[in-house]
Each structure stands twice: as structure tokens, then as C-alpha cells.
């Protein structure tokens, strides 16, 4: 069956950099669209950054926009989220996304405080 999970959050300053891996198996990974979300306390699940199967493209929500980077490795079946210059508001749980089989990863914690 589908299983991501999610690794490489923590605690940072602002201003500090994380980067965020999922690694995923039970499908062909390079066939699929991935995405990030996030979901900060008491608010509702937001999209962060898709990219496509090649990584030939990749959006991003406005607020993330010239500070994080999607990524991925269709050889090690992961994607990466790349974020620098991180503010309190990006504190959230961050989930890993594989919205063709509705699939989620058990979310990585992000906070970013000083």
C-alpha cells in the first residue's frame, strides 16, 4: 500500500533553513505528482508546493514563494522541501501528499521561534 513518511523537522530560529524529506513506496513514484502542505493550530490545511513527475514543474503558495523549494529523487522515491529564511509563521505540521491515491504521510513538526 502507500506509505510516505515524513522526516527532518524541528526547531529553528528565524531566519534558519530546514529541509524536509518524505520517502515514499508502495507505488511508481515517478509516475506522480507530490505535494507539501501544511497545517498550522487552529487553521485549515494549506497547500505549499506541488511538482510533477519529472520535476519539470512546480508551483508554490504565495507566502513560500523565493524561500522554499520543492524537489525530488525519482530514484530514492523521495521528495524534499527545501526552506530558508524561515518566520514564525511557517510554524505548522507539514505533510507529504500523493493526491492521486489520496494519500498522506503522519506529518513532520515545524517551529520556528526564537
Known amino acids: 500500500q502507500v506509505q510516505l513518511v515524513e522526516s527532518g523537522g524541528g526547531l529553528v530560529q528565524p531566519g534558519g533553513s530546514l529541509r524536509l524529506s518524505c520517502a515514499a513506496s508502495?507505488?511508481?513514484?515517478?509516475?506522480?505528482?507530490m505535494s507539501w502542505y501544511r497545517q498550522a493550530p487552529g487553521k485549515e490545511r494549506e497547500l505549499v508546493a506541488f511538482?510533477?513527475?519529472?520535476?519539470?514543474?512546480?508551483n508554490y503558495a504565495d507566502s513560500v514563494k523565493g524561500r522554499f523549494t520543492i524537489s525530488r529523487d525519482n530514484v530514492k522515491n523521495t521528495v524534499y522541501l527545501q526552506m530558508n529564511s524561515l518566520k514564525p509563521e511557517d510554524t505548522a505540521v507539514y505533510y507529504c501528499?500523493?493526491?492521486?491515491?489520496?494519500?498522506w504521510g503522519q506529518g513532520t513538526q515545524v517551529t520556528v521561534s526564537s
Open positions: 501528499y500523493a493526491g492521486y491515491f489520496g494519500s
Open positions: 508502495g507505488f511508481t513514484f515517478s509516475r506522480y505528482t
Open positions: 511538482i510533477t513527475t519529472t520535476g519539470g514543474s512546480t
